[in-house]
């Protein structure tokens, strides 16, 4: 069965970076893009970007543009969303999620919180 | 870029009733649309992509519809359990983005 299982909790300070791991199962990982999404406390969801693990080709929403990194190891299927300059508002749970092709996301990681504070 | 504007941006309804959710894209986005179901403290669950086809295992009173700018989520007959924040969001580009969310609650 699918399964993505996402790295654990981080606290980090402002101007910080974070790395967020996601590591994908039960499928053939350079077969279906990787996306990322967050959501901060009681708001909606926000899509950051995708990364194409065959070729590591990677789109970014433009409000990340310069400050995100998705990267991928495909000898371990696991997507890795990078977060630099973090600032108090970046604090959100991320989310890994499946492209299955026919459109949305059908499988999501379990989300890794993550706290910016001083 | 693309906005996508949903309304209501919150309902409260009684078990049984037809509820209809409304998706905009501020330009045509064909069907490249999908609708998310999201419960408290959960992940998110995809309901329908291709904005008219159901997710496998989602039940049959969800539907969707629309193309081009316009997009509706339809519940025909809610149920407690669909309580929850919904969302839609657009694929057409390499570039997607999410609707700001529905909450649905029981009157």
């Known amino acids: 069965q699918v399964q993505l299982v996402q790295s654990g909790a981080e606290v980090k300070k402002p101007g910080a970076s974070v790395k967020v791991s996601c590591k994908a199962s039960g499928y053939t990982f350079t077969g279906y893009y990787m996306h990322w999404v967050r959501q901060a406390p009681g708001q909606g969801l926000e899509w950051m970007g995708r990364i194409n693990p065959n070729s590591g080709g990677t789109n970014y929403a433009q409000k990340f543009q310069g400050r995100v990194t998705m990267t991928r190891d495909t000898s371990i299927s696991t997507a890795y969303m990078e977060l630099s300059r973090l600032r108090s508002d970046d604090t959100a749970v991320y989310y890994c999620a499946r492209d299955p092709v026919a459109g949305g996301h059908d499988y999501w990681g379990q989300g890794t919180l993550v706290t910016v504070s001083s | 870029d693309i906005q996508m504007t949903q309304s209501p941006s919150s309902l409260s309804a009684s078990v049984g009733d037809r509820v209809t959710i409304t998706c905009r894209a501020s330009?045509?986005?064909?069907?490249?649309l999908a609708w998310y179901q999201q419960k408290p403290g959960k992940v998110p669950k995809l309901l329908i992509y291709?904005?008219?086809t159901l997710q496998s295992g989602v039940p049959s009173r969800f539907s969707g519809s629309g193309s081009g700018t316009d997009f509706t989520l339809t519940i025909s007959s809610l149920q407690p359990e669909d309580v929850a924040t919904y969302y839609c969001q657009k694929y057409n580009s390499a570039l997607w983005t999410f609707g700001q969310g529905t909450k649905v609650e029981i009157k």
């Open positions: 291709a904005a008219s």
């Open positions: 330009q045509g986005i064909s069907n490249y």
